[in-house]
């Protein structure tokens, strides 16, 4: 029999990323080309935390998880496995702590599968939110530039050039790692405490890869219980209209696979997966 969960829409992108970044982030952050929106990120954070409490990120990018985290009193860790988004992180951090933020951050650079060991073990069970998102493959977003008469120019589009990287791993695997990491999560967990995680499909081959079912089913095998599963958007709220803020790469696989008769739409949210732990 089906279980019934709290479900909601989250308007969070009333404004562009770059808007939402501006003044708050270093420009330079802008290269990292699969950066949760930092609305999510200040609105999970606001949902299921407290002044006071840690939140923590494995797989924290350029530190959005942080950077909102702190900004709201609360202290936040971040795991980053390539050491460039590593120290691009903690410079956010530094620039949070110049404009007044209160709480405290730090980044650890690591696997975030190894989170149990890699945190202090003062922390251990602490912990009231775990907020990240996984890897959906090398080459994401980026940017590009346009020059009459010679395409378009891509740069910026691949985050890792490492094959140990968890974005160069198929399915299989990178279920696999989630497990672990999953795992992990519940370890540093205080009791009732929330793991939440963005999420979306991707496209494979002409297939739509579900990661956000089969991560539910990953998390419910970790030990924890699904608590809610919520979108987010990643298009506007205008009244009743949705207002697209697709990215080119986004719009170009839209167009190539009509062109190809697949009947297609640009994504326009990410489910927001968030599993409690048990007291």
């Given at each position: 029999m089906?279980?019934?969960l709290?479900l909601?829409v989250?308007?969070?992108?009333q404004?562009?990323?770059?808007?939402?970044?501006?003044?708050?982030?270093?420009?330079?952050?802008?290269v990292?080309?699969?950066?949760?929106?930092?609305?999510?990120?200040a609105?999970a954070?606001?949902?299921?935390?407290?002044?006071?409490?840690?939140?923590?990120?494995?797989?924290?990018?350029?530190?959005?998880?942080?950077?909102?985290?702190?900004?709201?009193g609360?202290?936040?860790?971040g795991?980053?496995?390539?050491?460039?988004?590593?120290?691009l992180?903690?410079a956010?951090?530094?620039?949070?702590?110049?404009?007044?933020?209160?709480g405290h951050g730090?980044v650890l650079?690591?696997?975030?599968?190894?989170?149990?060991?890699?945190?202090?073990?003062a922390?251990?069970?602490?912990?009231?939110?775990?907020?990240?998102?996984?890897?959906?493959?090398?080459?994401?977003?980026?940017?590009?530039?346009?020059?009459?008469?010679?395409g378009?120019?891509?740069?910026?589009h691949?985050?890792?050039?490492?094959?140990a990287?968890?974005?160069?791993?198929?399915?299989?695997s990178?279920?696999?790692?989630?497990?672990?990491?999953?795992?992990?999560?519940?370890?540093v967990?205080?009791?009732?405490?929330?793991?939440?995680?963005?999420?979306?499909?991707?496209?494979?081959?002409?297939q739509?890869?579900?990661?956000?079912?089969?991560?539910?089913?990953?998390g419910?095998?970790a030990?924890?219980?699904?608590?809610?599963r919520?979108v987010?958007?990643?298009?506007?709220l205008?009244?009743?209209?949705?207002?697209?803020?697709?990215s080119f790469?986004?719009?170009?696989?839209?167009?190539?696979?009509?062109?190809?008769g697949?009947?297609?739409s640009?994504?326009?949210?990410?489910?927001l997966?968030?599993?409690?732990?048990?007291?």
């Open positions: 089906p279980i019934d709290p909601s989250w308007p969070t992108a404004r562009t990323a770059r808007a939402q970044r501006a003044g708050r982030y270093l420009d330079v952050s802008g990292h080309p699969a950066k949760m929106l930092p609305a999510i990120a609105r954070i606001a949902t299921y935390t407290q002044p006071g409490d840690i939140c923590l990120d494995p797989m924290c990018g350029v530190g959005t998880t942080l950077v909102e985290a702190v900004h709201q609360r202290d936040a860790i795991i980053e496995y390539e050491p460039r988004w590593a120290e992180a903690e956010n951090l530094t620039l949070a702590r110049s404009q007044g933020a209160t730090e650079c690591g696997d975030g599968r190894s989170l149990a060991s890699l945190v202090d073990p922390v251990r069970g602490l912990v009231a939110l775990v907020l990240t998102s996984p890897p959906y493959g090398p080459s994401l977003h980026g940017r590009v530039t346009a020059t009459p008469g010679r378009v120019k891509k740069e910026h691949r985050y890792s050039t490492d094959p990287n968890l974005a160069h791993v198929g399915l299989a990178l279920l696999d790692a989630m497990s672990t990491l999953l795992h992990g999560a519940a370890q967990l205080r009791p009732g405490g929330i793991v939440a995680m963005t999420v979306r499909p991707w496209w494979h081959n002409g739509l890869i579900d990661l956000p079912g089969a991560l539910v089913e990953v419910e095998a030990g924890l219980v699904l608590y809610e919520n987010v958007l990643l298009a506007a205008r009244d009743d209209t949705l207002v697209p803020r697709a790469f986004g719009l170009d696989q839209v167009r190539k696979a009509r062109q190809h697949i009947t297609r640009v994504i326009a949210h990410e489910d997966l968030t599993w409690w732990r048990r007291p």
